[in-house]
């Protein structure tokens, strides 16, 4: 984990585990939340089946591709029901049990606390309990939470359309 030197003193980070492992025992009642994610497009009702952190290595430095170990957040979750879908192409039933990865890299520059603010966002909303313990006990607990999202396709700096997972509606995101 990419521990800044402002974070070094964070209490939040103060457990005594080292490397990417440090964040599993930070508190979540300490950081902001902070949304980012994308998925497929429509209306569905999904259930998280596994969250984890792992170690992922990114490059840090793209002129001396210094690269560095970053934790990742993964957090699997799958399709229990389509409610309604954007496009008339698709049979609904295919799509039920089919399965996401949703992940979140903590980036170069971004503190750890800002990186755990992300992922108690995540967590939060998909719950919508209160996130306050340990990460590695939250991420327990969510296992097998189900949670209704509006799925819309957003226009990417690229000039892509991609599908991202609406937040900011509260009436779009609920759990089931």
């Known amino acids: 984990m990419a521990i800044e030197n402002d974070d070094l003193n964070d209490p939040l980070l103060a457990s005594g585990n080292t490397g990417v492992l440090a964040v599993l025992d930070a508190d979540l009642g300490d950081v902001e939340s902070v949304y980012r994610t994308g998925l497929t497009s429509g209306i569905y009702v999904f259930e998280i089946t596994e969250c984890k952190v792992v170690p992922r290595e990114i490059t840090v430095d793209k002129k001396s591709d210094e690269k560095e170990e970053r934790p990742e957040f993964q957090c699997s979750i799958a399709v229990s029901e389509v ?94």
């Not at 296992?143 to 892509?160: C, Y």
């Open 83 to 176: 409610i309604k879908l954007q496009t008339k192409d698709v049979d609904p039933e295919s799509l039920v049990g089919k399965r996401f990865v949703e992940r979140r890299v903590q980036l170069p520059g971004e503190s750890a606390k800002e990186w755990l603010g992300a992922v108690a966002a995540y967590l939060r909303d998909m719950t919508g309990q209160a996130i306050r313990g340990k990460l590695s006990d939250e991420m327990t607990n969510v296992v097998g939470s189900r949670f209704q999202a509006v799925i819309k396709e957003v226009k990417a700096k690229d000039g892509n359309m991609y599908p991202r997972l609406e937040y900011k509606n509260a009436k779009s995101f609920k759990p089931v």
